[in-house]
């Protein structure tokens, strides 16, 4: 895809060193000099409000299903561990990155002293501990507890060095210590308050928790203990404003309502490329689209209607039509910007195919099937896309609308109490690498409630490929894990492969250092006006 030149304004981190002549003082300010800044300060906005695309569905960092709610948490929370606007790790609460064993069993962490919770605790290796054991108690259903299901237990070292002792080799320790699901509640939080920590965040942040009036707002505001003091927030307080409607968040940008827009839908890009007050940045994401097929239900079990689902698909139209070319059909099952993978054969548009494959399974005149979609204009806008592409080869597709929240709970049951027959998901993988991008959609330890494999996808070939990703400790063994179940799951088309999106995002001129992460989350963490 070529790039619109012009309009599109790549946003970068202006860093403003002020220089002081050594031996030299700074000249007396004058009386109207101190006034003018004054004023210019005065007039500088304090607020940031910020429209999404949804409600957040939680605050509960090691619980969150959706990169939203996380998006919103990690200006409140911190991990050891984080990620740059590039994806790059970096450490945070942690001094330096983790030293590992020589067997790639263990990881070591020095922690930063002299950090404050937001309710006054000490972040220190028992407060790490008591995470962890948070994390990886069973009686607490957390949902992220399977991305630290190779640790076996925490090992206090000292006040401020902690060890992570695994049950077996796992390469990507550091990339899933940098996870948002691994950022740090206040121990005092989760010992008084445990069941409510998804309504009451608690971190070592930036910025503390204000209030959340559901369906409306999230406000945060200032955290003035913040122990990293050349980097404490420039902004007194972040609203967070779900408005499902892409047209609602484009024209609030517009009047200046909203400073901050994520996702700016494609269609709306035109109407505010010429506007001096907007900066529109578009970047390349980790974010894959799929339609899920139940494989539990008839007549998705059988393989051959899934693969005539996916040639019934034009995804480079879709993309055209929808997302204005703002995007790219998938190339595997994970985007191409995921550490570990690889160029699969995919398929190509082919109508006559699929009406060929469906007649070979039993259904030359098609079935009906329902189609759940979450309520956001774009998706919805696809999803009629593929209603329409669909119905070409003789299947009716029910499209079911539904709010984020109440389609999640849908969708994450048991097996046998699922009600989905096919669903349009998404998922990036916030650790940057192929076992998460891979391992908690496919796997039948994933099967909700329990995890994120919602199609109830089941394949033991699939299973050793996957586990040998995450156990070997070489690079090249691991890609070749990798390769293979790519391979091995596009030809069993488990969903139907759609596209990867570009990540666009829209702010006014003003407002500096508001990044969207190639996962799709925000870091808002340093924002701030001209």
Not at 57 to 62: A, E
Not at 94 to 123: C, I, M, Q, W, Y
Not at 414 to 433: A, C, H, L, N
Not at 465 to 475: A, C, Q, S, V
């Amino acid at each position: 895809m070529q790039a619109k030149k012009g309009w599109i304004v790549v946003l970068t981190c202006m860093l403003v060193v002020s220089l002081v002549g050594a031996g030299c003082s700074k000249p007396a300010q004058t009386q109207k000099d101190a006034g003018a800044d004054s004023k210019a300060a005065a007039s500088k906005p304090t607020e940031l409000v910020v429209a999404q695309a949804a409600n957040p569905t939680t605050m509960d960092p090691h619980d969150a299903q959706d990169t939203l709610s996380h998006s919103i948490m990690k200006s409140m929370y911190e991990g050891l561990l984080g990620f740059d606007k590039d994806m790059k790790v970096v450490p945070v609460l942690a001094e330096s990155l983790p030293e590992l064993g020589s067997d790639a069993k263990s990881a070591t962490f020095k922690l930063r002293k002299g950090v404050k919770f937001h309710d006054g605790e000490e972040f220190n290796a028992e407060a790490v501990k008591a995470n962890l054991d948070r994390i990886k108690n069973p009686d607490n259903k957390l949902k992220r507890a399977s991305l630290f299901q190779v640790v076996e237990k925490v090992e206090v070292i000292d006040p401020y060095t902690v060890k992570f002792v695994l049950n077996q080799p796992f390469a990507a320790i550091t990339q899933t210590f940098a996870h948002p699901a691994s950022m740090m509640i206040s121990p005092k939080s989760i010992k008084e308050n445990n069941k409510e920590v998804q309504r009451k965040p608690v971190g070592t942040g930036p910025y503390q928790f204000v209030e959340w009036k559901d369906a409306d707002h999230v406000t945060i505001k200032k955290f003035d203990g913040y122990w990293d003091k050349a980097n404490t927030a420039k902004v007194d307080k972040i609203v967070f404003k779900p408005v499902t409607e892409a047209s609602s968040r484009t024209s609030m940008l517009k009047t200046g309502e909203v400073q901050f827009v994520y996702p700016l839908s494609a269609d709306q890009v035109d109407s505010v490329k010429n506007d001096n007050n907007i900066v529109v940045n578009k970047a390349p994401s980790i974010l894959e689209f799929y339609v899920v097929f139940n494989m539990t239900k008839k007549p998705f079990d059988n393989k051959k209607v899934r693969q005539a689902l996916n040639y019934a698909i034009d995804k480079n139209t879709l993309i055209k039509v929808v997302y204005k070319g703002f995007g790219t059909p998938a190339e595997s099952i994970i985007a191409p910007n995921v550490w570990g993978f690889q160029k699969q054969q995919m398929y190509d548009y082919n109508r006559e195919k699929a009406k060929s494959l469906l007649s070979e399974a039993g259904f030359p005149n098609g079935f009906e099937t329902t189609l759940w979609v979450v309520n956001a204009s774009e998706t919805v806008k696809a999803a009629e896309f593929i209603q329409q592409q669909w119905k070409e080869v003789g299947v009716k597709v029910n499209i079911q609308q539904m709010e984020k929240g109440t389609l999640l709970n849908q969708l994450y049951v048991k097996p046998e109490e699922s009600k989905m027959q096919t669903y349009m998901g998404s998922w990036s993988p916030s650790t940057g690498e192929a076992d998460w991008g891979i391992r908690p959609l496919l796997t039948k330890a994933q099967f909700p409630p329990a995890g994120y494999n919602t199609g109830f996808y089941v394949n033991e070939e699939a299973e050793k490929l996957i586990e040998n990703g995450l156990r070997l400790t070489t690079d090249k063994e691991r890609l070749e894990a990798y390769a293979n179940v790519q391979k091995l799951v596009v030809e069993e088309a488990p969903w139907g492969f759609l596209y990867v999106t570009d990540i666009i995002s829209g702010k006014r001129s003003n407002l500096n250092n508001a990044f969207v992460l190639p996962d799709g989350s925000l870091d808002l963490k340093r924002v701030e006006f001209k």
